[in-house]
């Protein structure tokens, strides 16, 4: 049946000839018939057979929840501030445990791209990390999220930057400068990149930006550049030739004199490199696989994360953790926090709500993210965050979710 969008100003719903979109995977199915094939199969595809692209998703669904009830928990339904989240220590506030990943190339989904993700990061009270391979200047997208906080004074929404190191080590420490110079308040490092997977669907594709977009933030304006460069008609290619498959632990430490900026380090699946960025003195660690799109059969995050829990906080109580990864449903959210995590971030659900409908799209998928992790809460028997741990896990040994 052909699909119609109609927006309703009162509910904001996108809504189709089969009803209001109810969860991500509508989206998802909207936003795959909306998209070009190429497109798509870019934001959707893993590496090789995708074993760990199912898996970090099914790894929740194998995790059960133990509620229990005659809790009063009403508290949900009477502050709207009841899942509100501290990070980076306290300097950041969110309206509820999710922020919002770094996904590149925003302007393939909509033309306003990441423009229109930073508007509703605003609308939502929460983080936006804006990707090195955005289709839109940093500092174009640091503009619009301040023209928005103006009109929304009640967030206090932040952005971060999701930074690759490259070999021109001038080039990078200039985008670390224009990202601070801008506002954004922490630097997120991707640490499991050294080369691209094997993302079979772009290869098939011969993946190549739309002739009007190219990769912004990477055009060096005081170098001449090729096209191609930019248009990424081989993402791979590019970096092999630009990022840096020599970085080590010490290069934190050289990030760390060239910012003030608060640093995570995100793509830590084991515990030991989890342990080398403490060592490392960074301000936090994101357990990612990268969506799965580095890497195939790598170990789901959720199995990950116990361990690194674990061992972490058994050297430093107070180092962020957050984790990325088949996070499709707010028991998702509930299911990582129980485990130790501080928050979650999101990437392709936000990409599906951007395709089917701009900013509004972005802001409803976050919005039944929050109402599904406020009642799983309230289900649960959760008042509060701080009593969302591992009671509410039908599990008897956390570090065996695979085997469930």
């Known amino acids: 049946m052909k699909k ?40 959707r595809s893993g590496a090789d057979d995708e074993i760990t692209l199912n898996e970090n998703e099914n790894a929740y669904r194998r995790i059960k929840l133990k509620p229990s009830v005659f809790v009063d928990v009403s508290i949900h339904e009477t502050d709207e501030n009841s899942c509100k989240t501290h990070v980076l220590h306290g300097k950041s506030e969110i309206s509820f445990p999710v922020i919002i990943a770094p996904t590149a190339m925003q302007r393939m989904a909509t033309d306003l791209g990441e423009k229109a993700t930073a508007r509703a990061a605003v609308r939502a009270n929460t983080i ?65 990149a050294p080369r691209l997977g094997n993302r079979e669907a772009d290869r098939r594709n011969t993946f190549r930006l739309p002739e009007n977009m190219q990769m912004e933030n990477l055009l060096d304006p005081l170098k001449e550049v090729k096209n191609t460069d930019t248009k ?43 342990l080398l960025a403490i060592r490392a003195n960074v301000d936090g660690i994101v357990v990612s696989n990268h969506g799965a799109r580095q890497l195939d059969t790598t170990i789901s995050t959720i199995e990950s994360l116990p361990e690194i829990v674990q061992a972490v906080r058994s050297i430093d109580k107070n180092i962020e953790i957050y984790i990325d990864g ?79």
């Not at 009640?154 to 400068?177: A, C, H, P």
């Not at 590019?238 to 990022?243: A, E, G, L, M």
Request: with cysteine; net charge positive; aromatic share 8%.
């Open 128 to 192: 936006m990390i804006l990707s090195t391979l955005a289709t839109t200047k940093l500092e174009d997208v640091a503009i619009e999220h301040k023209k928005a906080l103006t009109e929304h004074p009640g967030s206090i929404s932040q952005l971060w930057y999701q930074l690759y190191i490259l070999k021109d080590r001038e080039f990078t420490k200039n985008l670390v400068q224009r990202a601070e110079q801008s506002g954004y308040k922490a630097i997120v490092v991707t640490v499991d």
């Open 4 to 43: 119609q969008a109609l927006l309703s100003q009162n509910t904001l719903s996108y809504q189709t000839t089969n009803g209001v979109l109810l969860s991500i995977d509508d989206y998802h199915q909207v936003a795959k018939k909306k998209l070009p094939k190429m497109v798509y199969d870019y934001y």
């Open 232 to 274: 990424v008609s081989a993402l791979n290619d590019y970096f092999v030739r630009q990022v840096d498959a020599s970085l080590t632990w010490k290069d934190i430490t050289w990030l760390r004199s060239i910012t003030k900026l608060p640093i995570i380090v995100k793509g830590i699946i084991k515990k030991e490199d989890a």
């Open 326 to 404: 088949g996070i499709r449903r707010g028991t998702d959210v509930l299911k990582a926090l129980a485990f130790g995590a501080n928050a979650v971030f999101v990437g392709r659900p936000i990409i599906w709500g951007l395709t089917v409908n701009g900013e509004e799209g972005v802001l409803n998928v976050l919005n039944i993210l929050k109402k599904e992790f406020k009642l799983a809460m309230m289900l649960c028997g959760c008042p509060t965050l701080d009593d969302v741990n591992e009671s509410i896990l039908a599990i008897n040994n956390k570090h065996t979710i695979s085997k469930l």
